[in-house]
C-alpha cells in the first residue's frame, strides 16, 4: 500500500495534536482553579482532541483523488538559498545593523534569483534602503538600531 | 443615523484618509493583478504601515487595499486569463472571450463600471444593515458568540477547501493551537512557551499573517517557478480597442447590476462565503435569467456573463464588512487579517463599536463611496499604465515582497526572534500549500482563539460546567443547528464522492 504525502502531514498532525494535548495537561493552573469549569489548560486540551479528531479522520478515510506533486519541477534550490539568506539577514541585523545587513539581504536575494543586472541590483539595494531610512527616521520617527551607521556619524 | 454618516463623511473626506483610499485602491490594485498574490497578502504587508495611524485611517487604508485587491484582480483574467484572485475567476468566462474578439477595452469598462455600481449598491445595503443588526446583536451572550465563532470557523472552512474540508479544519484547529501560545489572559499562566521569554506575550498576529501569505505566497511562486509580472507584459496598450459601450451593452450591463447586487450583498455577509462564491453564484443565476439566445453567448463574451460575477464579486466585499462591524466576528480570511489589525489598535469591533467608536464604524462605510468612485477612476483610463509598473521581473519583487515581510515584523518588535520564527511558519505553510492545505481557516481561527476561548470560559463558568448552554438558549441552538448542517453536508459530500 502507497502511503500518499497527504497522508504523512496529517500523520504528523496526530502527533503534534498528541503533543499538544500531552503538554495542555502538564500546565500548571492554580490550587483553587484545578476544580473549576474551566481553567487556563481547558480549551487547550479540547483542541489537542479536536485535532487528533480531523487528523485521524483525514488518515483514515480513503482519498478522494491523491494528490500529487512533481517534485523535479519544484525549484527547491532558490527557495533553500532564499531561507539561508533570510536567516543570515535575521543573524546579522542586530549586530551590523539594519542599512549594511538589508542591502546585502536584497542584493544577495536578487543575485540568487538570476538578475544579472549589476547597475539595477545596486540601485536597488543600497540607496533604496537609504531612501527607506530615511522615510522611517524622517517621516515615521521610527529609530533604527544601526552601530555602522552611528560609527560613521551618518546617525545619532 | 443622519448624525452617524455626517460623522463618517467628515472623517472619511478629510485629506488624509482620502490620500489612504487613494493609496489603498492603488496598492490593492497592482496586487490583485498579479496572479498568486491575493488580498490578504495586500492588507498584510500594510499592516505595518497602519499602526503608524489613528485606527479609522488604518482601516480605511485595509479597506481601500481590499477592494482594489478584487478590482484589480478581474484585468488579468479579462486581458491574459490569469485570475489575480479566486473570486475573478468567473469574469474570466466572458472577459478573455471578449479580450480575444478585439474588445478588451469594453469588457475592462463594463468590469469597471459593474464593480463600481456593485461596490456601490452593496455600501447602500450595509449603510442600512449595519446599524440595524448592531442593535439586534447586542442582544447576544456568551454562548451565542461561542456557537457564531463555531459556525464561522466552519463556514471558512466548508467554502475555502474546494472539497477538501477535513484539510481545512485541521488548519483551523493549528490556527486555535497557535493562539493558544503565551500567557492566559484571565490568569497570566506560561501556556506552549517552553519556558522561552520571546513566547510569553504570545504569538503576534501580524507575524502569522506575513509569514502564512505574504513569505509563503513569494516562497510558493519561487517554488514553482511562475512569473506574476508575466500578466503585466502581456498587456498591449495598442490592443485594449474602445472602452465606449454602446446602448445595448449599457442597456444589459444596467440590467444585471442590481440583481448580482442582491446575490453578491447576500452571499458577502454569509459566514465564509466570500466573493469567489458569490462571482460563481451571480454569474448562475444571470445565465437562468436572460433569454435563450443571450443565454447561448454565456462563456463566448456575453455582456451579462462579464457584469454578473464583476458586479457580485464587489458587492461581496462590502458585504463581509457587515459581521466584522456589528458582530465583531470575521466572515473570511481578509475580513479576519482586518479584524486582528483592529484588536492591535485595541478596539473591539461588535455591536458596542456603533456606539463606543461611530467614526470608525461610520468612516468605514462612507469611505467605501470614495473607495468606489477612486477604483473607477484608476481602472478605467490608467489600466493599461499600472499594468506597465507591474512588468518589474520577479527578481526583484519576490525580494522586495520578502523585504517588507522581514522588516514589518522586526519593525514592530525589534527582536529577531520573531524573524525566525516567521522564517519558519512560512517554509513550514509553503509546504503545506503544495498539499493544498488551506490557509484563510488558519488565520480565522488564530484571530477568533482569543475570543473563543473567553466565550467558552463564561459560558461554562455561568452553566457550572455543564454543556447545557449549547442548547438552552433558541438562538444559541438555531446557530449550532446551522453549524451542524454545514457539518453533515461537508461529510456527506466528501463521503460520497469516496
Not at chain 2, 172 to 190: H, K, N, R, Y
Request: net charge positive.
Amino acid at each position: 500500500m502507497k502511503i500518499s504525502s497527504v497522508k504523512i502531514i496529517s500523520l504528523l498532525f496526530f502527533v503534534l495534536s498528541a503533543f499538544y494535548l500531552y503538554t495542555a495537561n502538564q500546565i500548571q493552573v492554580f490550587a483553587f482553579d484545578v476544580n473549576s469549569p474551566f481553567n487556563a489548560k481547558t480549551f487547550p486540551i479540547y483542541l489537542g482532541y479536536a485535532g487528533m479528531f480531523f487528523a485521524g479522520l483525514q488518515i483514515l478515510l480513503p482519498e478522494k483523488s491523491v494528490e500529487k506533486v512533481n517534485h523535479n519541477v519544484l525549484d527547491y534550490k532558490k527557495v533553500i538559498y532564499l531561507v539561508i539568506i533570510m536567516i543570515f539577514y535575521g543573524l546579522t541585523i542586530l549586530k551590523v545593523g539594519f542599512f549594511l545587513s538589508t542591502s546585502i539581504f536584497l542584493l544577495l536575494s536578487y543575485y540568487f534569483l538570476g538578475e544579472r543586472r549589476w547597475k539595477l541590483m545596486l540601485i536597488f539595494s543600497f540607496p533604496f534602503v537609504a531612501v527607506f531610512m530615511f522615510l522611517l527616521h524622517g517621516a515615521l520617527n521610527i529609530y533604527l538600531r544601526d552601530p555602522l551607521l552611528k560609527y560613521l556619524g551618518i546617525i545619532g | 443615523m443622519i448624525e452617524g454618516i455626517l460623522i463618517g463623511l467628515n472623517t472619511a473626506l478629510s485629506l488624509k484618509n482620502i490620500l489612504m483610499v487613494v493609496m489603498g485602491c492603488f496598492f490593492g490594485t497592482i496586487i490583485g493583478m498579479l496572479p498568486g498574490l491575493g488580498p490578504m497578502t495586500a492588507i498584510a504587508l500594510m499592516i505595518p504601515i497602519t499602526y503608524g495611524f489613528d485606527p479609522a485611517t488604518g482601516l480605511i487604508l485595509m479597506a481601500g487595499v481590499y477592494y482594489g485587491a478584487v478590482f484589480g484582480g478581474s484585468t488579468s483574467s479579462i486581458l491574459i486569463n490569469a485570475p489575480g484572485i479566486p473570486g475573478t475567476v468567473a469574469t474570466s468566462f466572458d472577459g478573455y472571450p471578449m479580450a480575444q474578439q478585439g474588445k478588451a477595452g469594453k469588457a475592462l469598462a463594463i468590469a469597471a463600471y459593474s464593480s463600481f455600481a456593485g461596490g456601490t449598491i452593496a455600501a447602500i445595503f450595509l449603510l442600512f444593515a449595519a446599524p440595524s443588526l448592531s442593535k439586534i446583536s447586542l442582544s447576544f451572550r456568551s454562548p451565542d458568540y461561542f456557537a457564531l465563532m463555531i459556525l464561522g470557523l466552519t463556514a471558512v472552512a466548508a467554502f475555502s477547501s474546494k472539497g477538501q474540508f477535513l484539510k481545512a479544519m485541521m488548519m483551523a484547529v493549528l490556527g486555535l493551537m497557535l493562539a493558544c501560545v503565551g500567557q492566559d489572559t484571565l490568569s497570566d499562566i506560561p501556556r506552549f512557551t517552553f519556558n522561552n521569554m520571546n513566547l510569553s506575550d504570545g504569538i503576534s498576529f501580524v507575524l502569522v499573517v506575513m509569514a502564512t501569505f505574504a513569505m509563503s505566497e513569494a516562497l510558493t511562486i519561487i517554488l514553482r517557478g511562475t512569473d506574476p509580472s508575466s500578466a503585466a507584459k502581456a498587456i498591449s496598450l495598442k490592443e485594449l480597442g474602445s472602452i465606449k459601450l454602446d446602448k445595448d451593452e449599457t442597456k444589459k450591463t444596467l440590467k444585471t447590476i442590481p440583481r448580482s447586487s442582491v446575490i453578491g450583498f447576500i452571499v458577502g455577509v454569509l459566514p465564509g462565503a466570500g466573493s469567489t462564491i458569490a462571482s460563481f453564484l451571480a454569474y448562475g443565476m444571470e445565465r437562468n435569467f436572460v433569454n435563450k439566445e443571450e443565454k447561448e453567448k454565456f462563456g463566448k463574451g456575453s455582456v451579462h456573463g462579464l457584469a454578473a460575477p464583476e458586479t457580485a464579486n464587489n458587492a461581496a466585499c462590502s458585504g463581509s464588512f457587515v459581521p466584522l462591524l456589528t458582530l465583531g466576528i470575521p466572515g473570511s480570511g481578509t475580513t479576519a487579517v482586518m479584524l486582528g489589525a483592529l484588536l492591535g489598535f485595541g478596539i473591539q469591533p461588535g455591536p458596542r463599536l456603533y456606539m463606543t467608536n461611530p467614526e470608525i464604524f461610520w468612516s468605514v462605510i462612507m469611505s467605501m463611496y470614495v473607495g468606489m468612485v477612486i477604483l473607477l477612476i484608476l481602472n478605467l483610463p490608467l489600466i493599461p499604465y499600472i499594468a506597465r509598473i507591474l512588468a518589474v521581473p520577479r527578481t526583484f519583487l519576490i525580494p522586495m515582497i520578502l523585504f517588507f515581510s522581514v522588516t514589518g515584523i522586526y519593525l514592530m518588535s525589534f527582536n529577531t526572534f520573531d524573524i525566525f520564527l516567521m522564517i519558519g511558519i512560512a517554509v513550514v505553510a509553503t509546504g503545506l500549500r503544495l498539499y493544498k492545505f488551506p490557509m484563510p481557516p488558519l488565520i480565522l481561527a488564530f484571530v477568533l482563539g482569543g475570543l473563543m476561548e473567553e466565550n467558552l470560559r463564561r459560558s461554562l463558568l455561568i452553566s457550572d460546567g455543564s454543556f447545557n448552554f449549547l442548547y438552552d438558549r433558541p438562538l444559541t441552538a438555531i446557530i449550532l443547528a446551522f453549524t451542524i448542517l454545514i457539518f453533515s453536508w461537508q461529510s456527506y459530500i466528501s463521503l460520497k464522492s469516496k
